[in-house]
């Protein structure tokens, strides 16, 4: 049996979890009709004549709240049983394993799965065959822990024993067990969220509860009491950017304090698996991981696993950047992010909140990107600050240089200092290590006035080795001294009979 049915407004639901513990329930309670509310919802419009819920132009009508049920007993539950024509009768009670009271005069009687006006009915019943007319009450003292399932998209799935405490008896509700239970994950679909409630006859009752709801009205009709038995089943659905920095500020979303599980593969320094806090950062050097500075007050997204990964690779296209998210049914959903318009327009959706057990793909570019999109990321915060640089050979300062991404070749030069007076300066030599493991060198013309262009002056990457020849004239002039080199040593020893004489002088 399901069905969902328009929530009344809080002070008609839950009547037993928010009746006092000693108050005394002789009557039935008044039964709701399943799809007429008995009260409107604050902030819900109607269809005249109908009672059904209606919306505003343009948006979807509300999903209404599940129907509240009475309170049932069960083994755990301590009652007060009042005879006023045989007070020697009365007392405190357990219910025992199996739902039955053991009480003087007519035996045990069970109760199981009955509400207390129901349970005061089958104890009129069986006094009045030793009592003529008796009057019984029964007071719920003390409610028994809940036992409640929780399956779906929350972080940790499982049974949860909710302890009722006697001076508040209130039933708990929906999000606290959803907060029990580390909260919901980042695909859970609050729209359809299930409460399988088991029935006294064998069957199950199936509430439906639109969680949504409650986050945009913040109207507490939709967060449903829980009973003894029930079962909360969170499903999965697609991914909304858009909805998620919302779904992550409920008080019954994941710890955004908590660290969590990934990894990263793709155009990035250091890819693997990482654990990935929240956080502000900025990656120092290329390779070297970005730690989060101050106190972590947002959730660990998709830029800071980049950042923590070493910062992007130049080639990274960060358009079609993929996120891989495992789900509760041993599934995978696959989703993409742009990065571009984050950097671009501020779209920072785009910048999507991780979970446990995500891996982020960064894929490459399929061609070079132009100089205008290579300035623009190398001052993305999740590019790394610098890279490292070999120039080597005839410069002022031979050595490794650190220099900001998507530097060109040129400006590498003057960060060692220029070419000193021996250096051959129309052409030198990059050589650069492959990610497939083979070395690439290649002779580039330098011209200090020319702009970024692949062929004349392209952009380093991390690791890359700029050599800088001697000119000719240092070359004869190299040759000429290593010949003269020799002769050099014959003259000196060829001079020492007459650096001797000189001693006698």
Do not use: C
Request: proline share 10%; net charge negative; hydrophobic share 40%.
């Amino acid at each position: 049996m399901a069905f969902t049915v328009p929530a009344p407004a809080s002070p008609a639901l839950g009547t037993s979890s928010s009746t006092p513990a000693s108050s005394v329930a002789q009557t039935p309670q008044t039964q709701l009709v399943p799809g007429v509310p008995t009260q409107p919802i604050p902030g819900i419009q109607y269809q005249p004549g109908t009672g059904l819920p209606t919306a505003p132009s343009g948006s979807p009508p509300p999903a209404p709240a599940a129907v509240e049920t009475p309170y049932t007993l069960g083994a755990g539950d301590r009652i007060r049983i009042d005879l006023f024509q045989a007070p020697q009768y009365s007392g405190e009670h357990d219910l025992q394993i199996d739902g039955s009271l053991n009480l003087p005069l007519v035996g045990p009687i069970s109760v199981r799965g009955q509400t207390v006006e129901e349970a005061t009915a089958t104890l009129t019943r069986a006094y009045s065959q030793y009592l003529r007319r008796p009057n019984v009450t029964i007071s719920l003292i003390r409610r028994r822990p809940l036992q409640i399932g929780i399956a779906g998209e929350v972080n940790r799935p499982g049974t949860y024993t909710i302890p009722i405490a006697a001076d508040n008896p209130q039933l708990p509700r929906v999000t606290q067990l959803l907060e029990a239970a580390g909260g919901i994950t980042q695909i859970a679909d609050l729209r359809q969220v299930q409460i399988r409630r088991p029935q006294p006859n064998g069957g199950e009752q199936v509430i439906n509860v639109d969680l949504w709801q409650l986050v945009q009205t913040g109207n507490l009709a939709y967060d449903v009491s829980l009973r003894d038995g029930d079962t909360i089943v969170v499903p999965e659905t697609e991914v909304n950017l858009a909805e998620a920095p919302l779904l992550n500020t409920t008080s019954f979303s994941a710890d955004s304090n908590q660290p969590v599980n990934i990894a990263v593969v793709g155009e990035v320094y250091r890819p693997g698996t990482y654990t990935v806090t929240g956080g502000v950062t900025r990656t120092p050097e290329a390779g070297v991981a970005g730690q989060a500075s101050g106190a972590v007050t947002t959730p660990p997204t998709v830029t800071r696993a980049i950042q923590v990964a070493g910062g992007i690779k130049p080639l990274a296209d960060i358009r079609r950047v993929q996120v891989r998210r495992l789900t509760r049914s041993a599934g995978e959903q696959v989703f993409e992010v742009d990065l571009w318009a984050l950097l671009q327009q501020g779209d920072a959706r785009q910048d999507a909140i991780l979970q446990p057990g995500d891996t982020i793909v960064i894929p490459a570019v399929p061609d070079d990107i132009d100089a205008a999109t290579a300035t623009q990321l190398a001052a993305a915060s999740f590019s790394p600050d610098k890279i490292q640089v070999n120039v080597v050979g005839e410069v002022t300062r031979p050595g490794t240089v650190e220099v900001a991404p998507n530097t060109p070749l040129n400006q590498a030069i003057l960060a060692a200092g220029g070419f000193n007076e021996r250096a051959r300066e129309s052409r030198v030599q990059l050589v650069r290590l492959n990610p497939d493991g083979t070395v690439s060198r290649q002779e580039i013309p330098v011209d200090f006035s020319q702009g970024i262009d692949a062929a004349n002056n392209p952009t380093l990457r991390n690791n890359d080795i700029v050599i800088v020849s001697p000119s000719d004239l240092a070359n004869v002039s190299d040759t000429i001294g290593s010949i003269l080199s020799p002769l050099q040593g014959i003259f000196s020893i060829l001079g020492l009979p007459f650096q001797f004489l000189r001693i006698f002088r």
